[in-house]
């Protein structure tokens, strides 16, 4: 029997990557590239078909041979899986993305929300227990979440559940893209923590994060650059992060009392980074701010790291074919 193969696709807002697995769920092959937003949706579609045919490629398969593509996309997706509706970080409505990718790709597509799918790739690779109430949490550019709650996963009357970053943890806080003000992904985001950074810098405090020597804008702060600074005993560095992890503990608080989760598995660019910073400051603020019940829960990192959204996303095209 010839071996069956499933791609994965963790569509972001900056890089696209591609994943095939076999039946078994093991990653076979990757590839990446930049998502280039500014492109628009045909350049991004056409970005996203190559990066799948990339993948491909290096395993020595076809793609219209292979059993399906699965894609996590950064948005809100129609209930029948084939149109994003809206995704703000590619500036797109309403598109018709299942039906174009199969056209081009000659095999079935099946569109999932990037937070939701990279969960699924959690809860069923991850964690040989098979949690019925699991929260997802992840941290990046932006917050995101998926939450499995009795076995299922938690969508809501109108397919919008799972909004964690927009969870209001500071009434006065500052303003988050949503609008409302001092949301937790407007306090603790990789965003937010540039925002934090960028106005200490303006104000003359001295950082690794940024060389004014340079002659570089200061335009970000990358996970890997924060962790630098972090390690080398940087004051800025250290307090942004120590924020994040009081805000992203006092978050898992919330949901712990609500939801009564078995584990939270952290993950996203800056816990990949981080995790071993953060992870004892976050639990150690969550589980302070907990109801006796909701204790006994696991706060862990995932160990998927950046397959968590390919890993998912193959794992949709295998459970529809
Ligand atoms: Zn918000």
Known sequence: MTEEHYIGVDLGGT??????????????????????????????????VETIRGAAHLTGIDVANSKGVGIGAPGTIS????????????????????????????????????????????????????????????????????????????????????????????????????????????????????????????????????DPESGKPFNKVRSGKLRRAVEAGDELATRVLDETCLYTGIAIANLCNLLNPEIVALGGGMIEQLHETMLPKITEAAVDRMMPGARQVSIVATK?????????????????A
């Open 79 to 210: 209930a029948d899986g084939s149109t994003v509706l809206f995704a703000p970080n590619l500036d797109w409505r309403d598109v018709p993305l299942k039906a174009d990718l199969e056209a081009e790709l000659g095999c079935p597509v099946w569109l999932g929300n990037d937070c939701s799918v990279a969960a699924m790739g959690i809860h069923r690779s991850e964690f040989e227990s098979k949690p019925r109430d699991m929260v997802s949490i992840f941290l990046g550019t932006g917050i995101g979440a998926g939450i499995i709650t009795n076995g299922a996963f938690l969508s809501g009357a109108t397919q919008a559940a799972g909004e964690v970053g927009h969870m209001v943890l500071d009434p006065d806080g500052p303003v988050c893209g949503c609008g409302t003000k001092g949301c937790y992904e407007a306090l603790a985001s990789r965003t937010a923590i540039f925002n934090k950074v960028k106005a200490a810098v303006e104000a003359g405090e001295k950082t690794l994060l940024f």
């Open 304 to 320: 998927l790291g950046d397959h968590a959204g390919i890993t998912g996303a193959a794992i949709l095209a295998c459970d529809h």
């Open 15 to 48: 890089k696209i990557l591609a994943g095939v697995f076999d039946s078994d769920h093991n990653c076979l092959f990757t590839d990446k590239n930049k998502t280039k937003a500014e492109l628009g949706y045909e350049g991004v579609t056409a970005r996203i």
